[in-house]
């Protein structure tokens, strides 16, 4: 039975949080909540539990006191606890240890698991919490903010366990991160989408500049994390993708030049064809082949690549003006992209064939002559930036693998970095054998550059490590 929550109404003082809220949760569902900072997810969420009073409406279709497991933006485990002691709280009849720390080090390095809670960092409460939450029997699970503190590797780690454990209860998470429902297969419910908007409301959205800059920062984190998920050497991102990353960022700007008022006159003197697409509608598959530009004339769509490991991430967002048609030649080449409209878009397709034409008109060579002009541009700024690829992991030796490793993690304020995990899960995500690793790194010990202790490892020889991104790649035309 699926869960209805009608017209619901909440108020805080004179403050309205939320205004005759309509959303239904599908028995076995995956959804992720979104709305900017201050909308009410959290009130919705604590209001589903029943640990918030509403104003009026209705939620069906659940018992919040008996068939809810929830995972609170706080961590709300028992700090002198271990982590399996928190876990096995979840049941009357406690389980074997065993069980409950196999099941703790798919995503926790095995050593901190008899650790009290307390001395863990602030991304392993987090995992713990959500072990806890995990294990508690339910038709429901409400996660808030789950991912807060955890890198891109570790939240792949956590998504695939959450995903492993969910056992088809509705799985409903409150989320930023606009890769997460990607990462999570999850339908986005937009909390702005979803009620009345009073002009009160309304103040919380963030204008179209502020979304413009958000999408550009989280563009730009993406684009420089990047770089730094392939010097691990996980051999996890393959070198088409790393360009492909680096063509996002300077993603073609076909229609340069020519005013928005034209863009459809252009696209009808050129014999384009307009398509409008809904929010969440797929525009391009992986493995379409791609004769046309995508030329995005209103709304906003995302591109998707996936990974190795068939997780796919965002590797941009396009706006008006902006073209993705550059991309999906790529996705001939084997790399994977898709691209799914953001919002309500709509797309003019330009046919390549007919851009490489001679032209019939004046109207018609001016038009081309402009887009040739953008493209010519456009492609002389890339060769500068896809004049580099990466090393592939066989050609890389343990030690550099390790370096650019730790890295790419951060220093934490001790001046140490905490290994990814225990060394034989490292070995396994850096492509190593452990022996291999080990070895490497008591040699790197006896030699001074670091120091082990657990998990941490102290660097004491910074300049050694400083980052050296000539190391993992290589000119291919210089
Ligand atoms: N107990 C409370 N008393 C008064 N106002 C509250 C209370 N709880 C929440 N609010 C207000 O309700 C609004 C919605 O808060 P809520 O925490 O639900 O937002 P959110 O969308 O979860 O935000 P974020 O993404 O930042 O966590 C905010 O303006 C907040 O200040």
New binding site residues.
Partial sequence: MSVQIRNLCKT??S?K?LNNLNITLEDGGIYCLM????????????IIMNL?TKDSGEITGIDPDVEISSMF?EDRILPMLSAIANVNMMYEKKRPVKEIKEDLSQILPKKCLRQPVCELSGGMKRRVSLARCMHYQGKMIIL??PFTGLDMATKQEVISYILKNRRNRILLV?T?GIEDAALLGAKVIH?EDCQELMDEMKA?IPSAQEMEEKIKREQNDLISSAPKQMLMGAGEMSARTYMMQHMAETNLKLLDGIPESEWERMGSILDGRIQEFERGKLIWNIGDTCTEFAVVLNGMVAAYTESLKQVESLVAKFGPGRCFGEMLPLSNAGSPVKVIAAEDSRILFLSREKLMEKPKTMQEAEMKAKIAWNMVFEISDKLEKVSVKLDTTSENTVREKIVKYLNSLPTEKDGTKTMFSMQKETAQYLRVSPEALSKELNDMERKGLIRKEENKVQILQPEFFALRPEAGIRSIHK
């Fill in positions: 805080f003082g403050k949080v709305g900017p900072s201050g909308m009410g997810k959290t009130t919705l969420l604590r918030e933006q808030d903010e409150a930023h909390l919380a």
